[in-house]
């Protein structure tokens, strides 16, 4: 029976997932390899898996070692990719066909840290299952309606025709959520939403009946909020001062603003919200409360981009599981209409929200969503 494969690939962990083909694909198996090298681990359906000797720089193999276990292997007919970034043209699931991936690598450069290590995933995949056909879904593409002024930045129209525009990631995240909303929240999914995709990546996304009309991340994944490791916003003067006074070029830049700030940064200590939360050191707690304040700010921000606000959704490994977090974004939002229910945000409850505001937190599931645009595709 024909199946879909999809695969997830972050900077440093790889999540996969088998799903039948039907118009609503249903899941059969899951697993993520997590981390590289001697540190990496192997987890299927929750259960961690021996990993012969712990190397996952190529995950492939892994997967299919799972697979054929599962005897599952020989039945995968398509293999769907998450792809960070699509540029302007890819705003729908697409067969990656030598061209396209001519165009997907030429858009490396705007995501250093994503796009080769998800193309060379996608390369190794054409080689592991050569039978099968290979569709890209993009991570830019929920965002591609958003209007001119949410889309642009203030610099001469040439570069915008060239590409230089806010596309905004996490999108294949955005999109689950809003399904999920409109299957178990019809009213709310109606109304304006503020989206917290809360991780080692972090972004909002203000949505208007499904449709994404701001989100805080833009020409890369390093703008918006602070994340584990990346900036976030940052005025530019601030690479001027780097470049003239500290001497670093572009791939100096790069490495440090992808790999050395962030949570990590401004703590000193960690890039993982787990270690601040436990550590007794007073620049962990400054770290998550620069954090926590800069997340507040932006639902205003996103608040204004939509006239109004009528729900927020926490989701993301941070934004489902941190109780500091969540409780810290919401203390200062009061003036919106939103108040903490205390005692369902210790419990982990899903609805957070106090007498207010309808207040979520969701986990989120990018691989279904990578499996239905394999789907869409008609195969």
Same mark, same amino acid.
């Given at each position: 029976m024909?199946?879909?494969?999809?695969?997830?690939?972050?900077?440093?962990?790889?999540?996969?997932?088998?799903? !039948?083909?039907?118009?609503? @694909?249903?899941?059969?198996?899951?697993g993520h390899v997590d981390g590289t090298g001697a540190d990496a681990r192997l987890f299927v359906d929750g259960a961690e898996r021996d990993l012969a000797g712990g190397v996952a720089l190529r995950p492939m193999p892994i997967i299919l070692g799972v697979l054929e276990a599962s005897h599952d292997d020989h039945d995968i007919t398509v293999v769907s990719h998450r792809i960070v970034h699509g540029g302007a043209e890819f705003t729908h699931p697409e067969f990656l066909t030598p061209d396209v991936m001519e165009k997907l690598t030429a858009l490396e450069p705007l995501a250093p840290l994503h796009q080769p290590h998800d193309l060379a995933i996608v390369r190794d995949a054409m080689a592991v299952f050569p039978d099968a056909a290979q569709v890209g879904c993009f991570d830019t593409a929920f965002h591609a309606g958003k209007p001119l002024e949410a889309?642009?930045?203030?610099?001469?129209?040439?570069?915008?025709?060239?590409?230089?525009?806010?596309?905004?990631?996490?999108?294949?995240?955005?999109?689950?959520?809003?399904?999920?909303?409109?299957?178990?929240?019809?009213?709310?999914?109606r109304g304006r939403v503020v989206i917290a995709h809360?991780?080692?990546?972090?972004?909002?996304?203000?949505?208007?009946?499904?449709?994404?009309?701001? !989100?805080? $991340?833009?020409?890369?994944?390093?703008?918006?909020?602070? $994340?584990? !490791?990346? !900036?976030?916003?940052?005025d530019p003067g601030v690479l001027l001062y780097l470049m003239d006074q500290k001497g670093m070029d572009s791939a100096a830049l790069s490495q440090f603003l992808y790999k050395k700030?962030?949570?990590?940064? =401004?703590?000193?200590?960690?890039?993982? $919200?787990?270690?601040?939360?436990?550590?007794?050191? @007073?620049?962990?707690?400054e770290a998550i409360t620069y954090a926590t304040y800069r997340v507040r700010r932006e639902i205003g921000a996103m608040a204004a981009a939509m006239g109004g606000i009528d729900g927020i959704v926490f989701t993301g490994g941070i934004g489902e599981n941190s109780v500091r977090v969540r409780s810290e974004v919401l203390a200062g939002l009061e003036f919106l209409g939103f108040a903490l229910d205390a005692a369902a945000n210790a419990a982990?409850?899903?609805?957070?929200?106090?007498?207010?505001? @309808?207040? =979520?937190?969701? @986990?989120t599931n990018e691989e279904v969503v990578i499996a239905r645009g394999a789907v869409a595709k008609r195969l």
């Open positions: 024909s199946r879909v494969l999809a695969i997830n690939a972050g900077s440093s962990s790889v999540k996969f997932a088998v799903f !039948t083909t039907d118009e609503a @694909p249903r899941e059969l198996l899951r889309n642009c930045y203030a610099l001469p129209r040439a570069l915008y025709a060239e590409g230089v525009r806010r596309y905004g990631f996490h999108g294949l995240s955005y999109d689950y959520i809003s399904g999920a909303l409109r299957a178990r929240h019809p009213d709310l999914a809360l991780g080692s990546g972090a972004s909002l996304a203000a949505v208007v009946d499904g449709v994404s009309v701001a !989100t805080t $991340m833009g020409f890369s994944a390093l703008d918006g909020l602070p $994340m584990g !490791t990346r !900036t976030g916003d940052l700030c962030g949570l990590l940064g =401004l703590s000193g200590i960690s890039n993982d $919200m787990r270690v601040l939360e436990a550590s007794a050191a @007073p620049e962990a707690d982990k409850a899903g609805s957070i929200g106090g007498a207010g505001k @309808p207040v =979520l937190v969701m @986990p």
